[in-house]
Nanobody, 124 residues
């Protein structure tokens, strides 16, 4: 069992920044890619960004490309999502998940473990 905990969410004004973290504990998460998804009220969960285990490959949705940046520190069991130039439409609960390999990193149904989510609210 791998336990994932997201942190760093909060309330920010449009144009501001937040940094989300996903920290793993429990069983080793070696060779797992990490993805961030978000779920806004009344909407389906959508892919936001993903990063391979090695950190050499990153993936971003078109809606966040150029504004969000992923990084990981495997020694600290942490993946971080730096979110800049936030918009009200970024308001959602953000979830991190892990998946074996990165082939299906965009597909939430292929993920093995999920965190509990952290709320991000962007005001106008």
């Amino acid at each position: 069992q791998v336990n994932l905990v997201e942190s760093g969410g909060g309330l920010v004004q449009a144009g501001g920044s937040l940094r989300l973290s996903c920290t793993a504990s429990g069983r080793s998460w070696s060779n797992y890619a990490t993805g961030w998804f978000r779920e806004a009220p009344g909407k389906d969960r959508e892919f936001v960004a993903g990063i391979s285990w090695s950190g050499t490959s990153t993936y971003y949705s078109d809606s966040v490309k150029g504004r969000f940046t992923l990084s990981r520190d495997n020694a600290k069991n942490t993946v971080s999502l730096q979110m800049n130039a936030l918009k009200p439409e970024d308001t959602a609960v953000y979830y991190c998940g892990i998946i074996r390999g990165a082939t299906s990193i965009l597909n939430e149904h292929e993920y093995d473990y999920w965190g509990q989510g952290t709320q991000v609210t962007v005001s106008t």
